[in-house]
């Protein structure tokens, strides 16, 4: 998975690194890639993620009160 993510950002660079070339089609690419990796990201810790949030919440209702 991590060598396919890596060739995508490659091959995404060198359009991007074109005169030529379509940039838009490279753009695409690459926001592309950086919503999939969120995703994954967001999947893979979303309970690491709600129990980090709710601590911070927690400690900043207990602040406020």
Sequence with gaps: ????????LVKAGNVLA???GDQM???LIVV???VVVGA???TL???SITDIW?????KITGLLN
């Design 1 to 8: 998975m991590r060598k396919r993510m890596t060739t995508a």
């Design 40 to 42: 994954i990201f967001m």
């Design 54 to 58: 709710n601590s911070i919440v927690t």
């Design 25 to 27: 089609t490279g753009w």
């Design 18 to 20: 074109k005169r030529d």
């Design 32 to 34: 592309l890639v950086v």
């Design 45 to 47: 810790y979303q309970g």
